[in-house]
């Protein structure tokens, strides 16, 4: 995922990407106890993925934050 379509999400569609992120790691980590995994490199990049959707809703609320008050 780009960061230039986590900064066209609203806060609604953040909080349901890192619901389905998460799920999507959890699927994967059930997956290579059971079986093998098809592409190891899904790990890291789902984790950054939930990283970068995260540090955006950070900053959206720090920035809500200082227009608070001021």
Avoid: C, P, W, Y
């Amino acid at each position: 995922m780009k960061a230039k379509a986590i900064h066209s999400m609203n806060a609604e569609d953040l909080a349901i990407e890192v619901t389905g992120l998460r799920r999507r790691l959890f699927d994967l980590r059930r997956q290579s106890v059971s079986e093998k995994v098809a592409d190891n490199s899904q790990f890291k990049k789902t984790r950054k993925d939930i990283a970068r959707v995260l540090t955006e809703t950070t900053a959206r609320a720090t920035a809500a934050a200082k227009e608070t008050s001021k």
